[in-house]
């Protein structure tokens, strides 16, 4: 439109005359809008549009978050959450509600360094340094990765801690007097556990004592955790805990050596103390008990569409769903362009007149474009277009084709099939390399045997011959 004007747009033509504005003008020469339209832009969307910076997330996990997956969660017919509560007697078939809360537990593992920082963020103090000259921070650090096993209820209760560590002997070490806090052994009994797609739930042993202990396992669907999982939307408190009794304790530590060292000695720094294993251990003895507080747990809960004794799926953040509910605009249709382009009437086509008509009708049209009012949102400019995901390779840790209620399943069972199928195609196998041997040798015997007879009927006609 703006090169049409431009072009058409002459003093001398015998037409009405505007000036093109300045960023029209600027729109043109850089071939494209400035920032000034699209500071107009987002002023006059303000209600609809904004920017943003962008959150980064995996193409599979974006494309589980739709209104469709969040259905299939809770209401899937038989393997779905709600169904599941009320065959098992937690949730009432008739009001809909969760006669006690302590029955639906959350399990997630969540990997937890010892003493590294990437240093990254807006918490990180700028030091001065030289000029072209880059800033580097001396550190010891631990990059083990612990991995800590959070159980939790919908009432907010907290269970004892369980802690995953890379060893091939345990050492004394390794149990601290700390420790003692902790209960031993598992009392619970009739509990209703979820947790995320991993294949380790699908595990022999774990089905094994699930199912002496009367847990009852349902697990959300893959590449879901995010939104369906209470630990996840809890787990940076324990993170950020943690990182700062880290903090406190290399610097009591380094206090502690600074009072016993002579005034010769090289001075210590922060960056000098490190953290091992046997002080890591200690230092979540402490904050295991004051990480989060029952509240926060139930907000968890809340947050993933379960409030105290109700499902309620509206509680689920959908701000990064691909899919969203869009308000209806409320502006007219935008102007038809045959409208405007059809032959005008009682004019001779071809003549001055004709082509006069039609050149203020493409102008008409010009114009009630610019003047239209439409909702980019709507007209589907701003929805982003998000790619379907690759398929799956195998053995990723995740099991996309089970998902809900392990009973309602049969988890059990379809281990013990295809434990039996594979056994069965073992047997056969081995049945098949067994015939293959037995006629192999009856080949082999029959082959000397012939081979025999030849040799004899040799002997004799030589003897005859003699």
Same mark, same amino acid.
């Given at each position: 439109?703006?090169?049409?004007?431009?072009?058409?747009?002459?003093?001398?033509?015998?037409? /009405?005359?505007?000036?093109?504005?300045?960023?029209? &003008?600027?729109?043109?020469?850089?071939?494209?809008?400035?920032?000034?339209?699209?500071?107009?832009?987002?002023?006059?969307?303000?209600?609809? #549009?904004?920017?943003? /910076?962008?959150?980064?997330?995996?193409?599979?996990?974006?494309?589980?978050?739709?209104?469709?997956?969040?259905?299939?969660? =809770?209401?899937?017919?038989?393997?779905?959450?709600?169904?599941?509560?009320?065959?098992?007697?937690?949730? +009432?078939? #008739?009001?809909?509600?969760?006669?006690?809360?302590?029955?639906?537990?959350?399990?997630?593992?969540?990997? @937890?360094?010892?003493?590294?920082?990437?240093?990254?963020?807006?918490?990180?103090?700028?030091?001065?340094?030289?000029?072209?000259?880059?800033? #580097?921070?001396?550190?010891?650090?631990?990059?083990?990765?612990?991995?800590?096993?959070?159980?939790?209820?919908?009432?907010?209760?907290?269970?004892?801690?369980?802690?995953?560590?890379?060893?091939?002997?345990?050492?004394?070490?390794?149990?601290? $007097?700390?420790?003692? #806090?902790?209960?031993?052994?598992?009392?619970?009994?009739?509990?209703?556990?979820?947790?995320?797609?991993? +294949?380790?739930?699908?595990?022999?042993?774990?089905?094994?004592?699930?199912?002496?202990?009367? !847990?009852?396992?349902?697990?959300?669907?893959?590449?879901?955790?995010?939104?369906?999982?209470?630990?996840?939307?809890?787990?940076?408190?324990?993170?950020?805990?943690?990182? &700062?009794?880290?903090?406190?304790?290399?610097?009591?530590?380094?206090?502690?050596?600074?009072?016993?060292? @002579?005034?010769?000695?090289?001075?210590? +720094? !922060?960056?000098?103390?490190?953290?091992?294993?046997?002080? =890591?251990?200690?230092? =979540?003895?402490?904050?295991?008990?004051?990480?989060?507080?029952?509240?926060?747990?139930?907000?968890?809960?809340?947050?993933?569409?379960?409030?105290?004794?109700?499902?309620?799926?509206?509680?689920?953040?959908?701000?990064?769903? !691909?899919?969203?509910?869009?308000?209806?605009?409320?502006?007219?249709?935008?102007?038809?362009?045959?409208?405007?382009?059809?032959?005008?009437?009682?004019?001779?086509?071809?003549?001055?007149?004709?082509?006069?008509? &039609? =050149?203020?009708?493409?102008? $008409?049209?010009?114009?009630?474009?610019?003047?239209?009012?439409?909702?980019?949102?709507?007209?589907?400019?701003?929805?982003?277009?998000?790619?379907?995901?690759?398929?799956?390779?195998?053995?990723?840790?995740?099991?996309?084709?089970?998902?809900?209620?392990?009973?309602?399943?049969?988890?059990?069972?379809?281990?013990?099939?295809? @434990?039996?199928? @594979?056994?069965?195609?073992?047997?056969?196998?081995?049945?098949?390399?067994?015939?293959?041997?037995?006629?192999?040798?009856?080949?082999?015997?029959?082959?000397?045997?012939?081979?025999?007879?030849?040799?004899?009927?040799?002997?004799?006609?030589?003897?005859?011959?003699?």
């Amino acid at each position: 439109v703006l090169k049409d004007r431009q072009l058409r747009n002459r003093p001398s033509r015998g037409v /009405k005359y505007e000036k093109l504005s300045a960023c029209a &003008k600027q729109c043109l020469q850089s071939n494209g809008p400035s920032k000034k339209f699209f500071q107009y832009f987002f002023g006059y969307y303000s209600d609809k #549009v904004s920017e943003k /910076k962008p959150v980064a997330l995996e193409k599979k996990r974006v494309a589980q978050y739709t209104e469709d997956t969040v259905e299939e969660h =809770f209401f899937a017919p038989g393997a779905g959450l709600q169904d599941t509560l009320i065959r098992h007697g937690i949730m +009432d078939p #008739v009001s809909k509600q969760i006669t006690d809360p302590r029955r639906l537990l959350n399990r997630d593992e969540t990997p @937890q360094f010892i003493d590294y920082n990437t240093l990254r963020g807006n918490n990180i103090r700028k030091r001065v340094s030289a000029k072209g000259k880059s800033s #580097v921070i001396p550190k010891a650090e631990n990059r083990e990765s612990v991995t800590i096993d959070v159980v939790m209820d919908l009432s907010g209760f907290l269970y004892g801690a369980h802690l995953l560590l890379a060893r091939d002997t345990l050492t004394e070490s390794l149990c601290p $007097d700390e420790l003692s #806090v902790f209960d031993k052994q598992i009392h619970e009994n009739q509990k209703y556990s979820t947790f995320d797609n991993h +294949d380790s739930r699908y595990a022999d042993e774990v089905l094994a004592f699930c199912q002496s202990k009367g !847990i009852i396992q349902w697990s959300e669907k893959a590449n879901t955790s995010g939104k369906f999982q209470a630990l996840d939307q809890v787990n940076r408190k324990l993170h950020m805990e943690m990182s &700062k009794a880290v903090r406190e304790f290399k610097r009591e530590r380094l206090l502690q050596l600074t009072a016993t060292r @002579q005034q010769d000695d090289h001075p210590l +720094d !922060i960056s000098d103390i490190r953290v091992n294993v046997t002080d =890591f251990i200690r230092l =979540f003895s402490r904050v295991w008990f004051c990480w989060s507080t029952p509240m926060d747990r139930i907000t968890a809960w809340r947050k993933v569409g379960i409030c105290q004794n109700l499902l309620a799926p509206s509680e689920i953040d959908r701000s990064n769903f !691909i899919v969203q509910d869009i308000e209806p605009h409320t502006s007219m249709a935008p102007p038809s362009v045959s409208a405007f382009t059809g032959s005008p009437a009682g004019v001779a086509k071809g003549s001055s007149t004709y082509y006069k008509r &039609k =050149f203020e009708a493409m102008r $008409d049209l010009a114009a009630s474009w610019e003047t239209y009012e439409s909702s980019p949102i709507e007209r589907g400019i701003l929805s982003p277009e998000i790619l379907p995901p690759l398929p799956p390779k195998a053995n990723k840790g995740r099991l996309s084709d089970n998902n809900g209620s392990f009973e309602f399943n049969d988890i059990i069972g379809k281990k013990r099939a295809k @434990q039996a199928e @594979q056994q069965a195609a073992r047997e056969l196998s081995e049945f098949t390399a067994l015939q293959r041997d037995l006629a192999r040798e009856e080949r082999d015997a029959s082959v000397a045997a012939a081979t025999a007879a030849k040799a004899q009927a040799v002997l004799e006609l030589q003897a005859a011959w003699e």
